[in-house]
């Protein structure tokens, strides 16, 4: 079927540092990745996204890269801000019209 | 920038009362969902829908759930006779057709409308 998986939280860091939340997926088919953050009190947002295998999804001075061999697309950032904190959402294609299945969700907490 | 507007952002009711949510999707997106986020937890797939009916729907989607389009703007989620374990934010979505997106099936999520049941 289709599942994601990924790092359980709390994960706390502190200001620029080094991030990294795994994430894996079933390997069935061949799906979109997804991450979505989801600030304080908002809905989803899209952070990134990877269509095939070695795509690098970036935005914001995060990224994952589509790992077809590992079944992997961990997200990270090279310095984190306060503002970083949110809970991340790991997510992949549920294949059709059928949307997207979500991992549970990490949450970041940043302190300065 | 489009959004997806949903509507009311928050609603409290009490249980076994009957609750409809509202969602106005992006207008050239075709298909439209519903996800529901009990507080803390992961975000689950209640049901999609496209071409005016359900394509697919989860196993939380029983008989208390229905969702329909009535008038070409508005997608709504009415859950009668709520119950306790109702409470959650829910989540619509819309996407838009495949060619519009180079098919990534990325989905353009609304703010939500948290459900309280007393």
């Known amino acids: 079927g289709n599942s994601v998986t990924q790092m359980e939280g709390p994960v706390t860091l502190s200001e620029e540092a080094f991030l990294t939340i795994n994430c894996t997926y079933t390997?069935?088919?061949?799906?979109?990745l997804f991450w979505y953050v989801q600030y304080p009190g908002e809905g989803l947002q899209l952070l990134l996204k990877?269509?095939?295998?070695?795509d690098k999804g970036s935005n914001k001075g995060f990224e994952a890269t589509y790992r077809k061999e590992t079944t992997s697309f961990h997200l990270e950032k090279g310095s984190v801000q306060v503002s970083d904190s949110a809970v991340y959402f790991c997510?992949?294609?549920?294949?059709?019209?059928?949307?997207?299945?979500f991992g549970k969700g990490t949450h970041l907490i940043i302190q300065p | 920038e489009p959004e997806v507007t949903q509507t009311p952002s928050h609603q409290v009711t009490q249980m076994g009362q009957e609750v409809i949510l509202r969602c106005v999707p992006i207008?050239?997106?075709?298909?439209f969902y519903w996800y529901r986020q009990i507080l803390g937890q992961k975000v689950e797939f209640l049901v999609s829908?496209?071409?005016?009916?359900?394509?697919?729907k989860s196993e939380i989607f029983d008989d208390q759930f229905s969702v329909e389009r009535p008038d070409g703007s508005n997608f709504t989620l009415k859950i009668r006779s709520t119950k306790l374990e109702d409470s959650a934010m829910y989540f619509c979505?819309?996407?838009?057709?495949?060619?519009?997106?180079?098919?990534?099936?990325?989905?353009?999520f609304g703010e939500g409308s948290r459900l309280t049941v007393l």
């Open positions: 979505a819309s996407r838009p057709p495949p060619r519009l997106a180079g098919g990534t099936g990325e989905l353009f």
């Open positions: 990877a269509t095939k295998a070695d």
């Open positions: 997510a992949r294609s549920r294949g059709g019209a059928d949307g997207l299945t």
């Open positions: 207008s050239n997106h075709l298909y």
């Open positions: 390997a069935t088919g061949y799906p979109s």
């Open positions: 829908f496209y071409n005016n009916e359900i394509s697919e």
